[in-house]
């Protein structure tokens, strides 16, 4: 547990006065992170598949599941959202490998520096790994991408519930901005035979 220090103790005598004369806040309504925005990535195959072998754990430090959005619904909004089959034969596989995020605590100052400033106590990193293969039965032909996006941000000490929230909303967003280039710039060089 981190210490408690620098005014916490009037702080939160505040805040429990403040919560017994109006109430609790209403919570933060956050939008799904969805592609549909973007133009979809055709593909001559008939059918598109989505596996997800990757589980991500609910212990700490794995948070990502504790996300307003997480990184493994964003990731299959992606697949759903961006990928279409437009062909008659065929099929496009995508795994989802990776969709998740670790926390890790941050060690504190220390002494007079530590009990004077806040300072960055958590650092959260995302993950998003995906490959995706496309099956032509006939010749036969076949092709993979794969990519993978890893993106990090850390949380000051004093930061609130919702401020939280927003800085872990913002990140899977970022991360899945990054992998949704990287996953198209890999999509056009190796599986380009496929594309409508």
């Known amino acids: 547990m ?19 004369t109006s109430g609790p ?8 992170i969805t592609f549909t925005n973007l133009r ?20 700490r430090p794995h948070v ?10 964003a990731a299959r909004n992606w697949a759903e ?13 995508v795994r989802i490998l990776e969709s998740g995020a670790v926390e890790e605590v941050l060690e504190s100052s220390g002494g007079l520096k530590g009990m004077l400033t806040w300072e960055q106590s958590e650092k959260y990193t995302v993950v998003i790994a995906m490959e995706i293969k496309a099956l032509d039965p006939v010749g036969p032909r076949a092709a993979t991408a794969t990519a993978r996006t890893r993106k990090s941000t ?10 939280r929230d927003q800085i ?11 992998f949704d280039a990287a996953m198209e710039r890999q999509i056009r060089t190796t599986l380009g035979g496929f594309l409508k």
């Open 168 to 178: 872990w909303y913002v990140l899977t967003k970022d991360t899945m901005a990054d």
């Open 40 to 59: 979809p990535i055709e593909f001559d195959v008939a059918e598109i598949k989505i596996v997800t072998p990757y589980r991500e754990p609910i212990e």
């Open 64 to 73: 990502g599941e504790q996300f307003p959005v997480s990184p493994s619904r």
């Open 81 to 93: 959202d961006r990928l279409r089959a437009v062909g008659r034969r065929g099929t496009l596989t």
């Open 2 to 20: 981190r210490r408690i220090g620098k005014l916490a103790v009037p702080a939160f005598l505040a805040l429990a006065l403040a919560a017994c």
């Open 25 to 32: 806040p209403e919570p933060t309504s956050w939008p799904d």
């Open 154 to 163: 850390t949380v000051r000490e004093d930061a609130t519930l919702e401020q």
